[in-house]
């Protein structure tokens, strides 16, 4: 497998054309990679200072997500979408100009901060959000609440 710099350079959003399986996949600071349905596999390190745009109804995305740096952007504009779970993320943000519903499948922890986009619905389900000391959430959409406390700020180090 190869290793792949996504650079801030050309055409951006750097677009898969079909299923890929690399070792390393870096994303460069201010560059962005968008998987256009189609499957990821990262066998090694996946490194995030840019923007992954997915669906989040893949079929397979098989990474860790980096959950230090970078933004993990769902922008699927039509249906239901249980999005993929990647447990920890830096910053993640749901975005659709649709009728899309983000939907969480377990719950998840947010070390940046979380944005639902204009005009999208995101529905935790009975999933909690567990946000890292002093970040924070931003909500221009509809955010359908649970039957549980969604949000609860992690405590200080």
């Known amino acids: 497998s190869d290793n792949v710099v996504i650079a801030n350079a050309g055409s951006l959003p750097a677009t898969l054309g079909s299923a890929v399986t690399v070792n390393n996949l870096t994303i460069n600071a201010s560059a962005s990679l968008s ?27 098989s990474l ?39 939907q969480l499948p377990a719950p998840i922890i947010v070390n940046g901060n979380l944005s639902v986009g204009s005009g999208t619905t995101f529905a935790p ?16 959409g509809t955010w359908t609440m649970p039957t549980i406390s969604p949000v609860r700020q992690a405590a200080a180090p």
């Open 35 to 61: 998987l256009t349905s189609n499957d990821l596999t990262v066998s090694g390190v996946f490194s995030n200072e840019g923007t992954l745009l997915l669906n989040g109804d893949e079929a397979t995305v």
């Open 64 to 102: 860790t997500v980096d959950g230090n740096s970078g933004l993990t952007k769902f922008v699927k504009n039509t249906g239901a979408i249980a999005v993929k779970n990647f447990g920890t993320y830096f910053n993640v943000e749901f975005a659709s100009t649709g009728d899309a519903t983000f």
């Open 125 to 140: 389900l009975t999933h909690s959000i567990t946000l890292a000391t002093g970040k924070k959430v931003t909500n221009n």
